[in-house]
């Protein structure tokens, strides 16, 4: 959106549902463990290090990563965006924001 708002180019911005983990338990699981599983060890090996390329790329666009979140099942908030988007396309790019805030830099699940 930044970029639209600079260039003056306007861009409509919708949201469609993609499970990266559709198999993730309800209840969740630790990140770390997760990313261990599914990827090895190796994928983990700088995990949390602030100065990550992640941490580093995420600090650069305002966003403070927080390693200490869990995977979640994010099959109930794709259905509520999807319920909003219905009726009206910014309130659900709203909504993705805070999910977004609560999720990646507050660890909320």
Same mark, same amino acid.
């Given at each position: 959106? !930044?970029?639209s =708002?600079t260039?003056?180019? %306007?861009?409509? *911005?919708?949201?469609?549902p993609? $499970? $990266?983990? %559709? +198999?993730? %338990?309800? !209840?969740? !699981?630790? /990140?770390?463990e997760?990313? =261990?599983? +599914?990827?090895?060890?190796?994928a983990t090996?700088?995990?949390g290090? %602030?100065?990550?390329?992640l941490?580093?790329m995420?600090r650069n666009v305002?966003i =403070?990563?927080n390693?200490?979140?869990?995977?979640v099942n994010?099959i109930k908030?794709?259905? /509520? *965006?999807e319920?909003? #988007?219905?009726r009206d396309?910014? +309130?659900?790019? &709203?909504l993705?924001q805070? /999910?977004?805030e #609560?999720?990646?830099? &507050?660890?909320?699940?």
């Amino acid at each position: 959106m !930044q970029a639209s =708002e600079t260039s003056g180019v %306007p861009v409509k *911005v919708e949201w469609e549902p993609f $499970l $990266l983990n %559709p +198999k993730i %338990p309800e !209840q969740g !699981q630790d /990140l770390k463990e997760h990313l =261990e599983m +599914k990827y090895g060890k190796a994928a983990t090996k700088n995990f949390g290090d %602030p100065n990550s390329n992640l941490y580093k790329m995420g600090r650069n666009v305002g966003i =403070e990563f927080n390693g200490s979140r869990r995977m979640v099942n994010s099959i109930k908030a794709h259905a /509520l *965006v999807e319920s909003i #988007k219905a009726r009206d396309n910014d +309130k659900a790019n &709203e909504l993705m924001q805070i /999910l977004y805030e #609560k999720y990646f830099v &507050e660890g909320a699940d």
